[in-house]
């Protein structure tokens, strides 16, 4: 069964805007992590920023944000003031159990961004 | 501090053959994790090494094995190579327990069995 679920089709985005990417995702367990990663035509992917389930407050790393809602079993990214070197795949991931235990992460299938002048 | 390295960059290898990828994870890092990345597909797990051993292996068949060496450097071998096997193969380390640290990943090895 799908874990994490990314489902907006490729954006295009003014640069200067702000973005925000979609992802919800399925779990059981009170106790996981969710990760998002860059994936710029190089290949290479790019750990961005980390919610943990317990975590009271949304997750912020410089331009990046989670706009996490448990409830709701979402984890968005913000990203705002968008770059040209913001183009790229970003994944949504997850990591079910404790840290100390499973550390396998589960992957959505991405969205695409563009960022245009 | 070197990054997650991975080898060779490219590889491509005619069906039935046998490939081998190698990964040399960050300095300090004794976990190591591979995944496939088909085209137009998320990333899939495959395997999980920690201090040498298997912890985790996903869903894949048995010609997909690997190993970690004292250094904890890994291999992924791959057997038997069917057309579907080939895709961007990601290596990904952390220290043993991670939490909010992420997973550095290498930039993979793109495998084309032909």
């Known amino acids: 069964a799908q874990k994490i679920t990314q489902t907006q089709p490729g954006m295009f985005v003014q640069e200067k805007e702000a973005v925000t990417l979609d992802c919800t995702y399925d779990?059981?367990?009170?106790?996981?992590?969710l990760f998002w990663y860059k994936q710029p035509s190089s290949g290479e992917m790019i750990f961005l920023i980390y919610?943990?389930?317990?975590?009271?407050q949304n997750a912020t790393e410089g331009r990046y944000s989670l706009n996490f809602q448990k409830a709701r079993k979402s984890a968005n990214l913000v990203i705002s003031a968008s770059q040209l070197g913001d183009s790229a795949m970003y994944f949504c991931a997850m990591r079910e159990g404790r840290p100390y235990g499973n550390n396998r992460l589960a992957f959505g299938k991405g969205n695409q961004v563009v960022v245009i002048p | 501090e070197a990054g997650v390295t991975q080898s060779p960059t490219h590889l491509i290898k005619t069906r039935g053959q046998q490939a081998t990828l190698r990964c040399s994870p960050i300095s300090g890092h004794t976990s190591v994790y591979w995944y496939q990345q088909a085209l137009g597909l998320g990333l899939q797990f495959l395997l999980w090494y920690d201090e040498g051993e298997e912890r985790n292996r996903g869903n894949f068949p048995p010609r997909f094995s690997g190993r970690q060496f004292p250094n904890y450097s890994s291999e992924l071998n791959v057997n038997a190579l069917e057309l579907e096997d080939s895709a961007l193969y990601l290596c990904?380390?952390?220290?043993?327990?991670?939490?909010?640290?992420?997973?550095?990943f290498g930039s993979g090895t793109r495998l084309t069995v032909v």
């Open positions: 919610q943990g389930s317990y975590d009271q």
């Open positions: 779990t059981s367990d009170p106790s996981y992590g």
């Open positions: 990904a380390s952390s220290r043993r327990g991670t939490g909010g640290d992420g997973y550095t």
